[in-house]
């Protein structure tokens, strides 16, 4: 037990700490990765090959000229009654800018150390989501590689 809670310990201490902007169109990242404190700031947009992998993600899958069907996770929300269709998609695209973000912290994940991600505005997503996007987008970064999610 006192072993465990050592390692949580630690993890916190150098676990990568990403910053998450959220809005239906483009997500941005923030993070130790991220040159000059600047931010990754791509669209929403995967393309998905006919071997249902991810070929592009972001900005790239807009290109005309990528293969693939262009999926866009906010273009129509989910419904009461069935399960969303794009949380894979979007955990793929977050998956990405994750480990994008915390470039620098790649020893930390060689050692497990998963990043501390702090989402801001996922109000913008609440109509969307109707009123579950913490729930959601928590699930979400969660399947992507965070170990703690919190909202700002």
């Not at 269709?85 to 994940?109: K, Q, T």
Request: include cysteine; hydrophobic fraction near 45%.
């Amino acid at each position: 037990m006192l072993n465990t809670l050592l390692r949580a310990s630690l993890a916190r201490r150098i676990a990568p700490r990403i910053t998450v902007t959220v809005d239906p169109d483009r997500f941005q990242f923030e993070g130790p990765g991220v040159r000059d404190g600047s931010a990754l700031e791509a669209a929403t947009a995967l393309r998905v090959g006919h071997d249902l992998k991810v070929g592009s993600i972001g900005d790239e899958a807009l290109a005309p000229a990528a293969p693939g069907v262009l999926i866009r996770p906010f273009e129509e929300p989910p419904r009461l009654d069935a399960p969303w269709l794009h949380e894979e998609p979007l955990i793929h695209y977050c998956r990405y800018y994750l480990m994008l973000a915390s470039a620098r912290h790649a020893r930390s994940f060689h050692f497990g150390v998963r990043p501390i991600v702090t989402i801001h505005k996922a109000h913008t997503l609440r109509s969307f989501f109707r009123g579950r996007e913490t729930e959601i987008l928590d699930r979400v970064f969660r399947a992507a590689g965070a170990s703690v999610v919190t909202f700002a």
